[in-house]
């Protein structure tokens, strides 16, 4: 089975840009979530998505949203990009949430450089 | 302070060290408990996870939960080269409606030489 896949990899923008990341989850999973990784900070919850619908919200500005298809599929967009949000972008899927915290699988991840 | 502390290393250990390590947590609400490694350039990868207090195991692997301290632990006995990596330990409740948004700890780097 497919693992977590997101595109692009790499990605390098400039202040004030706005950027979209995509993730691809596990088939069958429909529950997706985002993450920011920076040295600082550590991974931080960004939200969760399951069937469409935003479920779970962490602490970042309104500049940081996402969206779920259909699909599953996953897409978040920075808009107004700072310098403070360069880092790893990492999304994981897991199968549902049934009132219990499932197992989540990561992909690769995003590296996003803001110049 | 944060709700997860976790000592950032870096920890390093001689093949076949028994290692353990460590994360302390504040919030009371915590139920699920994951270590997850992550190598260089990678996304994180699950190890243990583990529900309420208690031990588990898994091959060389032990984790170990204590919510009356609020302190878990992994333990990698007969440790190797490979194990080489950051560690990170991850937390959960249900109580926030919904049980996938992790509180993750900063993670510990790990070495393991020759």
């Known amino acids: 089975k497919a693992g977590v896949t997101q595109t692009p990899r790499y990605l390098i923008k400039t202040r004030g840009q706005q950027v979209t990341l995509s993730c691809s989850p596990i088939?069958?999973?429909?529950?997706v979530s985002w993450y920011q990784q920076t040295p600082g900070q550590g991974l931080q919850f960004l939200f969760e998505?399951?069937?469409?619908?935003?479920?779970n919200k962490g602490n970042f500005p309104g500049r940081f949203s996402g969206r779920q298809f259909s699909n599953s599929r996953s897409e978040m967009n920075v808009s107004t990009l700072e310098l403070g949000d360069s880092a790893l972008y990492l999304c994981?899927?897991?199968?549902?949430?049934?009132?219990?915290?499932?197992?989540?699988?990561f992909g690769p991840g995003t590296r996003l450089t803001v110049l | 302070q944060k709700e997860v502390e976790q000592d950032p290393g870096p920890l390093s250990v001689p093949e076949g060290a028994i290692v353990s390590l460590n994360c302390t947590y504040s919030n009371s609400a915590f139920q699920y408990f994951m270590w997850y490694r992550q190598y260089s350039r990678k996304g994180p990868e699950l190890l243990m996870y583990t529900y309420s207090s208690g031990n588990k195991e898994d091959g060389r692997f032990t984790a170990q939960v204590d919510k009356s301290s609020k302190y878990i632990s992994l333990f990698i006995r007969d440790s190797q080269p490979s194990d080489s990596a950051t560690y990170l330990c991850?937390?959960?409740?249900?109580?926030?409606?919904?049980?996938?948004?992790?509180?993750f700890g900063t993670g510990t780097q790990l070495k393991v030489e020759l």
């Open positions: 088939s069958g999973h429909r529950s």
């Open positions: 998505y399951f069937s469409e619908t935003q479920r």
């Open positions: 991850a937390m959960s409740d249900i109580l926030t409606g919904g049980g996938n948004k992790l509180t």
């Open positions: 994981a899927s897991s199968h549902t949430s049934g009132g219990r915290t499932d197992t989540q699988y």
